[in-house]
């Protein structure tokens, strides 16, 4: 009950701060019913998750009205009956979707955690760029490897964003490689007082399927997948998704040229009865 508590009062803290005009910390302290001492608690754990927190010149709070808040005052009947009409204006209507996703939320607690999410991608991706335009290396803290299947601290010198920010690629001090970091498995970024200093190794290509750069070695990929096995592969690396072509009910193609074989060799280990190898393959899969 008391974790409920905290969540609705944070919940309800966002809100307020997100509305005009900026509001005094005595005013909160009265709006959530709880002491100024939380408010601050509050505060401060909404700057750790992201949130950037506007203070004005008479020491009033805010936040910056850029992310989702759910509707608070329909039940799920009527909730569940505007998203069939918004459906009904169908799926290219930019206004409809957004307004879908807003609707979408059933819980303070799974709301919060959306806010939570959004926000630190945000203060992510902006620390990155701060990064790049300062020409300082970063620290990417608790980076959560699909390829090594670790999670370990990255020094590295970052230089350009990917489509839709969802990667930045970044020249890796310890290795003396480029490569591509997704944004949504970095834990923290630090900016380290270090300028860049290889910039004449920084050099920016596509990604692969498997999120690796171009080396100076490329590999052929010519696979028939089954349903199992092309829902894992899409799940685990999104980026195949538009490389796979239906061919029969239950038989999926997946041709491409690759940088980096041994996602996909481990991948091809743990389904090699649900994918077949075709000619033309450059890759040893024993």
Do not use: W
């Given at each position: 009950?008391?974790?409920?508590?905290?969540?609705?009062?944070?919940?309800k803290?966002?809100?307020?701060?997100?509305?005009?005009?900026?509001?005094?910390?005595?005013?909160?302290?009265?709006?959530?019913?709880?002491?100024?001492?939380?408010v601050?608690?509050?505060?401060?754990?909404?700057?750790?998750?992201?949130?950037n927190?506007?203070?004005?010149?008479?020491?009033k709070?805010?936040i910056?009205?850029?992310?989702f808040i759910?509707?608070?005052?329909?039940n799920?009947?009527?909730l569940?009956?505007?998203k069939?009409?918004?459906?009904?204006?169908?799926r290219?209507?930019?206004?409809?979707?957004?307004?879908?996703?807003?609707?979408?939320?059933?819980?303070?607690?799974?709301l919060?955690?959306?806010?939570?999410?959004?926000?630190k991608?945000?203060n992510?991706?902006?620390?990155?760029?701060?990064?790049?335009?300062?020409?300082?290396?970063?620290?990417?803290?608790?980076?959560?490897?699909?390829?090594?299947q670790?999670?370990?601290?990255?020094?590295?010198?970052?230089?350009?964003?990917?489509?839709?920010?969802?990667?930045?690629?970044?020249?890796?001090?310890?290795?003396?490689?480029?490569?591509?970091?997704?944004?949504?498995r970095?834990?923290?970024?630090?900016?380290?007082?270090?300028?860049?200093?290889?910039?004449?190794?920084q050099k920016?290509?596509?990604?692969?399927?498997f999120?690796?750069?171009?080396?100076?070695?490329?590999?052929?990929v010519?696979?028939?997948?089954?349903?199992?096995?092309?829902?894992?592969?899409?799940?685990?690396?999104?980026?195949?998704?538009?490389?796979?072509?239906?061919?029969?009910?239950?038989?999926?193609?997946f041709?491409?040229v690759?940088?980096?074989?041994?996602?996909?060799?481990?991948?091809?280990?743990g389904?090699?009865?649900?994918?077949?190898?075709?000619?033309?393959?450059?890759?040893?899969?024993?």
């Amino acid at each position: 009950m008391a974790n409920q508590k905290s969540l609705y009062r944070l919940l309800k803290l966002i809100a307020l701060l997100k509305k005009e005009p900026p509001k005094s910390i005595n005013y909160i302290a009265d709006f959530l019913e709880s002491s100024t001492r939380t408010v601050y608690r509050y505060l401060e754990l909404l700057e750790k998750v992201g949130f950037n927190i506007e203070i004005d010149k008479f020491k009033k709070y805010s936040i910056k009205d850029n992310q989702f808040i759910a509707p608070s005052h329909f039940n799920e009947e009527e909730l569940n009956f505007l998203k069939e009409l918004l459906l009904s204006s169908g799926r290219s209507n930019n206004l409809s979707t957004s307004m879908i996703h807003k609707l979408s939320f059933k819980t303070d607690a799974e709301l919060i955690n959306h806010e939570i999410y959004n926000a630190k991608l945000s203060n992510t991706i902006s620390l990155i760029n701060k990064a790049i335009h300062t020409n300082k290396q970063i620290e990417i803290k608790q980076y959560q490897s699909i390829n090594s299947q670790k999670v370990s601290d990255r020094l590295v010198e970052p230089f350009k964003f990917t489509a839709n920010y969802r990667s930045i690629c970044a020249f890796e001090i310890a290795d003396e490689q480029n490569k591509f970091f997704n944004i949504e498995r970095i834990g923290d970024v630090v900016i380290i007082d270090q300028d860049q200093v290889n910039k004449h190794f920084q050099k920016f290509s596509v990604p692969d399927a498997f999120g690796f750069s171009k080396d100076s070695k490329t590999y052929k990929v010519n696979l028939e997948l089954n349903l199992k096995a092309m829902l894992l592969l899409t799940e685990e690396y999104t980026l195949t998704k538009s490389l796979i072509q239906k061919k029969d009910e239950n038989v999926f193609l997946f041709s491409t040229v690759i940088y980096n074989p041994k996602p996909l060799k481990r991948f091809y280990q743990g389904l090699k009865n649900d994918i077949k190898i075709l000619d033309n393959n450059t890759i040893d899969f024993n």
